[in-house]
Every structure is written in structure tokens, then in C-alpha cells.
């Protein structure tokens, strides 16, 4: 039974793996947003900027400080797991509104 399991868990990571595709364009986007959303930058800037790469920014309901955007979405060919994988950018802001740091992640659309 542990077996199984443990061979099911690893096919579906196989299967929903994003490969060179997915961290090459989330590595685009690391660079991309550190270049152009700088600490400083106001909220009103980095939101432009995304609305300018054809995001659509939006509030985090968890934290009014944060700003996220789905900025690219990558799908996937032969998995019959994973449709596609999302790339997102969160920036994160003090007080003032201005950003303090950003990040970048990937995630999997998977069954």
C-alpha cells in the first residue's frame, strides 16, 4: 500500500512538471519585474507597469499591501495531468505605498 502511493505521488510529479519552459520565463519575469519595480516604486507605477505587460493587477484579499498579477500563462503538451502553469508577481508595499519587494512565482493547473 506505502508503495503505491509513494509511486502514484511521484508519477503525478513527473507528469505536472513544468520543465525548462516554465523556469526560463519565470526567470524572464524575475528579471523583468526586479528591473522595473524597484524598492521606492509607488503602487500606482507597478500597477501601471504590470496593466503595460497585459496583467491585470489586483489587491490581495489577505493584505491590502500586496499587488498581484497573473502575467503569463504556459501550457503544457504532453501532461495529461497539469493543463497549464501560471506565472505570478506579487509586490509588496509599506505603509506609504511604495514597494518594498517583489516576488515571482510558478504555480501548476493540475488534477
Not at 520565463?25 to 505587460?53: C, D, F, H, M
Not at 501550457?75 to 495531468?81: A, G, K, M, Q
Request: net charge neutral; charged share 25%; hydrophobic share 40%.
Amino acid at each position: 500500500m506505502r508503495l503505491s502511493a509513494l509511486f502514484i505521488s511521484v508519477v503525478l510529479l513527473v507528469a505536472c512538471s513544468g520543465g525548462a519552459q516554465v523556469h526560463e520565463r519565470k526567470a524572464y519575469w524575475e528579471q523583468a519585474v526586479s528591473a522595473n519595480i524597484r524598492p521606492g516604486t509607488s503602487r500606482q507605477e507597478a500597477s501601471r507597469w504590470l496593466s503595460s505587460r497585459g496583467a491585470t493587477p489586483y489587491e490581495e484579499k489577505r493584505s491590502p499591501h500586496i499587488l498581484s498579477a497573473k502575467v503569463e500563462e504556459i501550457p503544457t503538451r504532453y501532461s495529461l495531468v497539469c493543463s497549464y502553469w501560471s506565472i505570478m508577481v506579487h509586490v509588496f508595499f509599506d505603509d506609504a505605498d511604495r514597494a518594498v519587494r517583489n516576488e515571482v512565482d510558478a504555480s501548476g493547473t493540475c488534477l
